[in-house]
């Protein structure tokens, strides 16, 4: 997953296939993920699907952002990343940053 980092943090698309059903149902597994880079937090809202390092684990995650949210004390928007599953609940992973998110999710192919 370092490798689509690098590859957002570049500025070009990074594309790889997803683990799991934390998506479910917009994201299935093995599905054929494509993220475009983000730099600016305009650019990323609630509901969105984005490619980050979640804090305070710094694990690599393609989640959901659940809120959006300033952040007083460090003046910054923070983003609550999730999973995406209906009807069993959300599960918060953690948060991130503008500096800890790479890219957007924009296409899917199941």
């Keep these: 997953k370092r490798q689509v980092k690098e590859e957002l943090q570049q500025g070009k698309r990074a594309c790889y296939r997803s683990g799991g059903w ?9 599905d054929a993920c494509t993220y475009e880079p983000v730099t600016r ?22 989640h959901l952002v659940q809120r959006k949210e300033w952040d007083y004390s460090r003046k910054a928007w923070k983003f609550t990343i ?25 296409s899917v192919m199941h």
């Excluded at 809202?45 to 690599?60: A, H, K, L, S």
């Design 22 to 30: 934390s998506l479910w149902p917009r994201v299935h597994d093995n």
């Design 82 to 106: 999730s999973n995406a599953k209906t009807g069993t609940g959300y599960v918060e992973n953690g948060w991130a940053y503008m500096d800890t998110i790479y890219g957007k999710l924009v």
């Design 41 to 62: 937090d305009e650019q990323v809202e609630e509901g969105d699907i984005v490619f980050c390092e979640v804090q305070p684990t710094g694990r690599f995650y393609a």
